[in-house]
C-alpha cells in the first residue's frame, strides 16, 4: 500500500485547479476542499492497480468526521457550499439544522473507484472500502464517526465495517443489503446487455441511454408512475408513445451527459458481485429498508439485521419512491439520519 | 363486414394442407380442426384492413364453446390433440377431468391479428375483439359458453364483453384489467425500444432478444429467481456474468425462432392502448389476479371488479410466478375455472 496525497493536483478532475488551492488555503475555517490522492490499490479480480480516489471534505476541521456514500451515479460533491456553488446530489439532506450539518459535522464523500471510466476491470465493493481506508490514512482521520451509505454506498459501507471495523463508530446502510438479490442482478445484466447491443450497433449513447430507462423503473414504484403517467399513449409516426416516454427519454439523455460508458458498466457490476456474510460485521449498524424497493426486498434488509445479531436495528419506511425514497423523503430519513448518529454520539 | 371461409386454405400458416384436410373431415367425430377466415376489418387506428383469422376448434360438435385466448405470445393450438399432436402452449389445463376438458366442451382459439407479422399497424384491443366476433359468425356460433383470457387474452375478451355482449354467457378474465398499469407501460415501451436498437444495424434478433428477456422479467417474480438462480456471478472474459443469464439467454433464443418482430411489437403496444370502462361490460365476468403480478397490480383487478358492480367477482392467487401463474399453478387455475365454468352453466 502506497500514496501520494495530491490535493492540489485535480488537474485530471473536473474541478479547476484554481478553487482547489483556494479551498485548501480555507481547509482550517471550515469550508470545503477537494483533493484526490493516487494509490496502489490490491484489487480482487485485477491485481494491483494504481487507481486515484478523489473526494470532497466540508466541515469544521475538528468535528466528527462523517462519510456519505451515494448510488453509482453519486459522486463526491453533496451539496452547494461556498467553495463549490453549484447544486450535489444530495442537498436536500445537507444543511444547517439537519443531521448531515456541515457547521456540526465534517463531511466526507468521494468519487467511486471506477467512475470516471478509465478502470475497465470488475471492480468489487471491497476494492471500493480498501480504498477509503487508504483515503482515511491519508487524510488521517483514524475513525469515521459515522458512515452513511445509500444504495451502493451502503454496500461500501458494509465492506468497510467487515474489513476494517476499527475505522467508523456507526454505520447507516440505506437501501442495500449483505448480497445483490438474484432478480435485481438479472435486471441490471440487462441493463449491461442494452450497452452492449448499443456499442454492436454504434450507438454507444442510445444503449447506454436505454439501460438507464429501464434502470430508473427499478428504482423507483408502479405508484409513482400511476400518479404522473396515466394519460392515455399517443401514435406517433405510426407507433405507440406511453406517457412515462418523454420522462424517461429526459432521463437518459441526462445520464449519458455525465456518464463514461466504462463507469456505468463496472460498477453495474461491482453491485452484482457484492456478497458479504453479515456476521463478519463488526460495528453497529442501522438498515434502513424501503418497503415497495423492487432491488432490496425487505426480506434481505431483514436477514442482514438476523445476520448482524445485536449490532443490528432495522428501519423500515413505506414511500411510492421505491430504491430512491434516499432522495425524496427527505425529511423522514433526516430523521433517521439524526436518531443514527445521535446513537453513534453515546455510544 | 364480410368474411370467406378458407378452412382448407391455409397454406400461409405452418400446419400442412393434409393436416387441414383431414381435421376438417373429422369435424362431426370431435376431433381438432383448423381453419382460416380472411374479413375486412374496420381497425381503430388503420383504417378497413383484409386480415386472415385463423382457428383451431377442438371438441365435440354439440358441446358448450370456451373460447380460450392467451398471451401475446400464445397462438392458436392450446394442446396437443389426434390430429395435432405436437405440445400446445395450455398443455396442462386442457385435457380429461379438467375444467377444460375437449370431450364436453369445444375449445375454439385464434392465432391473435397481427401475430403473423403481416399487419404492421397499431391494433386495439377492440380490433382483436371484432374480429373474433367475425369468426363467431363463420363458424355459425351465436353465443360462447364462456370466454376465458389470460394476459392479452384477458385483454380481449374484456373488449368482446363491452362491444359483443351478447356472444358470450360468461368472461373469466385472468391477469388482465381494464386499462394497461402506467409502469408496465413503460416496461413494454422501454422493450419496444430494445427492438428499434437491434433493428439500427442489423441485429434484429439480438434487440427482439433482449425485449423480451426484458419482458421475461416482468412475467416473473423476485421469489422465483431467489429460488432458482441464488448462485453468485462468474467472470467470463472480463465481464460479470449473473446466475439467470443463461436461462435469459435461452428464453430470448426460444422467442426469436418463432416471433416475427412486427407480431411482437404490435401486439406489446396493443397491451399499451388498451382502455375500456368497466361499466360497459354487460357480461358476468370472473376477475382473476394474483398478487404479486408485477404488470398487472391487484388494485388494478380489483378497480376493475369494483366497476363491474353486481356482474364482477374476485379471486385472488399468490403465486411466486407472478403474471405466468396461469400457466404454472395449473391446479389452482384448473379449480377457479371449473367452478366460473359451473357458474356460467347455471346463468
Known sequence: MSFVNTALQSATTAVSPVADALSYQRDDDASARRGEIVLDLAMRHAGTRTVRLRYELHGPADAPVVFVAGGISAHRHLAANDVFPESGWLNALVGTGRALDPSRRRLLAIDFIGADGHLDVPIETADQADAIAHLLDALAIGQLHAFVGYSYGALVGLQLAARHPSRLQHLVAVSGAHRAHPYAAAWRAL??????????????????????????????????????????????????????????????????????????????????LHRIDPA???????????????????????????????LGQLRVLRSPYGHDAFLKETDRIDAILASALRTGETA
Not at 449513447?205 to 436505454?210: D, E, I
Not at 430508473?216 to 407507433?239: C, H, K, Q, W
Not at 432521463?251 to 453495474?268: E, F, H
Request: hydrophobic share 45%; aromatic share 6%; with cysteine.
Open 280 to 310: 463478519a460485521i463488526g460495528v453497529p449498524t442501522t438498515v434502513v429498508a424501503v418497503e415497495g424497493d423492487r432491488l432490496v426486498p425487505l426480506s434481505d434488509s431483514v436477514a442482514l439485521v438476523e445476520g448482524l445479531g445485536t
Open 191 to 272: 441493463q449491461r446487455r442494452a450497452v452492449l447491443l448499443g456499442q454492436l450497433q454504434c450507438a454507444d449513447a442510445q444503449g447506454l441511454s436505454l439501460a438507464r430507462q429501464f434502470a430508473m423503473l427499478s428504482y423507483r414504484t408502479p405508484e409513482e408512475f400511476d400518479e404522473r403517467f396515466d394519460a392515455a399513449p399517443e401514435i406517433v409516426n405510426g407507433r405507440v408513445r406511453c406517457a412515462a416516454e418523454d420522462y424517461l427519454d429526459a432521463a437518459g439523455a441526462q445520464y449519458v451527459a455525465r456518464t463514461p460508458i466504462n463507469a456505468y458498466v463496472r460498477l453495474s457490476e461491482s453491485i452484482d
